[in-house]
């Protein structure tokens, strides 16, 4: 158990120290003096300066930080933020959120040349490589499925063709099966009774299901299938959220979306250590993936708002007042800071 929090916390860590190296580079790639790259933060353990930036070990390890001459307030400096051109600023801020999409690109990568990435393959294509499984994909509410325990990600043994195993649920409705699941690393049984009657758009016992093949991929077409991977999940999450906040105009009821904090993604990750190495660092992945996206959103006190800020000041011709900026920063990062700490609690009343 210590192991497993350890690794976590390392994974996590790493994801935040890379985020802001990500800031860093892209400043010392146009000369922008930076005072401190931290990892944790204060107060300081160690501290060594190079070439005039202070490269420190601190105490607290919630992350880490870069210290930019100007980005807080304007510095009458050439090396410094406030004097460079927007789109040298806007780069800057981008660093991070690009790290975050990069490291998903090299897991991805990774995973398709080591293991090998789950595909999907037709029904009708007669496939001569590795074995085909049939795989649930989504599992509807209060579905057969859900009452049985099933989860997304769910390998249904036995069968390698989806009409072969609608085939046989058709064959049984109204009768009790048990079905052979294959999760992470885990074989289990379970028992569910497909149903006579359902909706029309979720089949007999509720599942959404693909046939899938693990194909690995060689060494030069394993980046590609990395960049690929990552490209349609970055494009997925906005979707994803576009249809939650338009069910919350709507008033609609939203199924299936659980917001989560750090102790809720801390089990995910254990959960996903259990099922194995590959399903970790899947998860990881999209972890990054999900960071990267919610750290460009136009909110300020992240860096989707400084890139908001910047827009603003090519289109006024002039910067926003620094105080302004911090103050509405300020308020927006309490408000985060506080959603945090409420998922946080409601994380942890779930546990116990």
């Not at 304007?74 to 999409?101: A, M, T």
């Not at 919350?248 to 939203?254: A, L, N, Y």
Request: hydrophobic share 50%.
């Amino acid at each position: 158990m210590f192991l497993t929090i350890l690794i976590i916390f390392f994974c996590l860590i790493s994801l935040m120290v890379l985020h802001e190296l990500g800031h860093f580079l892209m400043a010392k790639r146009f000369g922008v003096e930076v005072e401190e790259f931290g990892i944790g933060y204060p107060p300081r353990i160690f501290g060594k300066k190079i070439k005039g930036t202070i490269y420190s070990l601190n105490l607290l390890p919630f992350g880490a930080f870069v210290k930019i001459t100007g980005e807080e307030e304007r510095v009458e400096n050439s090396k410094s933020f406030s004097q460079k051109p927007i789109w040298q600023r806007s780069l800057i801020i981008l660093g991070g959120v690009v790290s975050f999409w990069l490291v998903a690109v090299i897991i991805f990568s990774s995973i398709a040349f080591f293991w090998g990435l789950p595909t999907s393959i037709p029904d009708d294509l007669e496939y001569s490589g590795n074995k085909t499984e049939v795989m649930a994909v989504e599992i509807m509410d209060n579905s057969p499925a859900q009452l049985a325990g099933m989860k997304p990600g769910d390998k249904i043994m036995n069968f390698n063709k989806i009409n072969q195993f609608q085939e046989f649920i058709k064959s049984h409705q109204g009768e009790e099966i048990t079905l052979t699941i294959e999760r992470g690393k885990e074989s289990l049984d379970i028992d569910l009774t497909p149903r006579v009657s359902y909706p029309q758009d979720e089949g007999s016992i509720g599942v959404g299901l693909a046939r899938v093949a693990n194909i690995r991929y060689p060494w030069y077409q394993a980046p590609w299938q990395g960049i690929s991977v990552a490209a349609k999940q970055t494009v997925a999450i906005p979707i994803i959220l576009g249809n939650i906040l338009k069910k919350v105009f709507q008033g609609e009821e939203i199924k299936g979306v659980k917001l989560v904090g750090p102790v809720g993604i801390g089990k995910m990750m254990s959960e996903s250590l259990m099922q194995g190495g590959v399903n970790f660092l899947m998860l990881l992945s999209m972890i990054s993936i999900w960071l990267a996206v919610f750290n460009i959103l136009p909110i300020p006190a992240l860096d989707g708002g400084k890139l908001l800020f910047l827009g603003l000041e090519k289109i006024r011709g002039r910067a926003i007042n620094q105080k302004i900026e911090a103050k509405i920063n300020a308020v927006f990062f309490t408000l985060l800071l506080g959603l945090m700490l409420f998922v946080t609690i409601k994380d942890i009343i779930g546990l116990l």
